[in-house]
């Protein structure tokens, strides 16, 4: 070749070199884009639905400088990454898609959050309208966080309150009276049969960051027929570090020699992956190492995936929790109560459960959560591993739908009780005690003894608005508590 011709044949290929380090190198977004940019390039990495976002497919932007003009035109990330998502129930509220994912400017509350630490009263609460139309509220006591500030207070389950420091409730301004504020007086009321009235009594509240143990009752009832030791566990959310905590109990009821389990997931909204494979796990025990449940990443992702990490999209059976045994009790038939409050993870567990053992469901349909999250952060592989130092932001949006070993998975609707019973206002009932309506009707279905009567549509059945967990920030979710490492493989 001669010396011409190869010198511009280099001078061609450095040309194309450097103008490929070109386009690699402006992903460097300016300064004042990079959260924009952080959340386009997250989302188009692992949002379970980028395939059917235009905004975010692979050839949506020729080059780094037209994705920084589409950026520009958003004032804030939030908004940027609700415009991104498929559906959103913000915007689609009948038929939404994505009714779960969120972003947050500060990681540090969010890794708080999903550990079950919030700045909390210890008032767990669900608000409905007083009546179907009104734009009034009542709040109601579901139960009191022990070692919270509430704990102290002259309140319990089944108080309700109609205002917030003299101001009447109403679906406008219950976030700012109960949210924005770190101490409140909650004005309690009472049901007359026919309206809420205020009856002279107030409990003032101040928030402390509280973390709260998700085992709220952990007991054995001996009913006086049928020979039955029913064990009975309230669990309130799926936080790992609880994980241990859960297994003492299970362990101390392993020792009592429960014939029984009613586990009451009423108002669990949720939590860890592997912290529902541990529970279903403890109730069993004759699985060890089978399939409990199944995920499913985005096409991109998933075509990326080799064989082994195929295999880690299988989540198994445990024998060890936190390096200790399992305390199984190797049923083959548990009792669980819901209600709309049980989501995601809690759902996992029911859904997991039913390829082994006969699961019986009492209560309400749940709320219908298949899919699941982990926390995207703004770094190389996403997690929190060289973290960008200038900004906080950080986002828990759905990357994986969940199915169990049968390769079920779609209950989006929510997953039907075997047994229909609602939870109503003025039949609410002491939690663990046998005559509490929902655990009544389990003891009755354990025994084939006569469960404390409720008359069909007896007790108020109000339009729900919200609830604490969703105000403190404990939404609807189920997590892995880190990027998996089939996921980590996949990124370019």
Request: glycine share 8%; proline share 3%.
């Amino acid at each position: 070749m001669k010396p011409i011709l190869k010198s511009l044949i280099v001078l061609f290929l450095l040309a194309f070199a450097l103008q490929s380090c070109e386009d690699e190198d402006d992903v460097a977004a300016p300064a004042q884009l990079q959260v924009n940019d952080f959340v386009w390039k997250g989302l188009n990495e692992v949002y379970l639905w980028q395939g059917d976002v235009s905004n975010l497919a692979d050839d949506r932007f020729s080059s780094q400088e037209e994705l920084n003009s589409f950026l520009a035109g958003y004032s804030d990330p939030e908004e940027l990454f609700e415009d991104l998502l498929n559906k959103p129930v913000s915007k689609y509220p009948s038929n939404a898609v994505d009714r779960f994912s969120w972003i947050v400017s500060d990681y540090t509350v969010l890794e708080q959050e999903l550990n079950g630490i919030t700045k909390n009263s210890g008032v767990d609460f669900r608000l409905t309208r007083v009546a179907e139309g009104s734009n009034d509220v009542v709040g109601y006591v579901r139960y009191i966080i022990p070692n919270s500030n509430a704990s102290t207070k002259e309140i319990k389950r089944g108080d309700l309150f109609t205002s917030v420091n003299g101001t009447k409730l109403t679906v406008s301004n219950y976030q700012s009276l109960l949210v924005n504020s770190d101490s409140y007086t909650l004005d309690l009321a009472t049901y007359n049969g026919s309206a809420f009235v205020l009856n002279g009594k107030s409990v003032a509240l101040t928030k402390t960051t509280l973390e709260e143990n998700p085992i709220l009752v952990s007991k054995v009832i001996e009913p006086e027929t049928g020979g039955h030791k029913i064990g009975y566990v309230m669990y309130n959310g799926f936080y790992a570090e609880y994980d241990a905590k859960l297994n003492e109990a299970f362990g101390v009821l392993q020792k009592q020699g429960v014939t029984d389990l009613v586990l009451d997931l009423r108002y669990n909204g949720g939590g860890s992956v592997h912290s529902s494979t541990c529970l279903a796990s403890m109730i069993t025990g004759q699985f060890e190492g089978k399939i409990f449940s199944k995920r499913q990443y985005n096409f991109k992702q998933m075509a990326g995936m080799s064989a082994d990490d195929l295999e880690l999209l299988n989540e198994r059976f445990v024998k060890n929790v936190d390096g200790t045994a399992v305390n199984s009790l190797n049923l083959s038939t548990v009792y669980i109560i819901t209600t709309g409050s049980t989501a995601s993870a809690s759902e996992l567990v029911i859904n997991g459960l039913k390829p082994y053992i006969n699961v019986v469901q009492i209560g309400e349909t749940t709320t219908g959560k298949n899919v699941g999250s982990f926390t995207v952060y703004d770094s190389p592989t996403l997690t929190k591993n060289n973290v960008n130092p200038n900004h906080k932001y950080a986002m828990q949006p759905l990357v994986f739908k969940i199915s169990n070993a049968s390769d079920f998975g779609d209950y989006t609707q929510g997953l039907v009780p075997t047994y229909v019973q609602g939870e109503r206002l003025d039949t609410y009932g002491i939690l663990g005690d046998p005559s509490e309506p929902l655990l009544s009707l389990a003891i009755s279905k354990i025994t084939g003894g006569t469960a404390k009567k409720i008359k069909e549509n007896e007790g108020l059945d109000l339009p729900y608005v919200s609830d604490s967990k969703k105000l403190n920030g404990l939404r609807n979710e189920m997590y892995l508590e880190s990027a998996p490492k089939e996921f980590l493989r996949t990124l370019k």
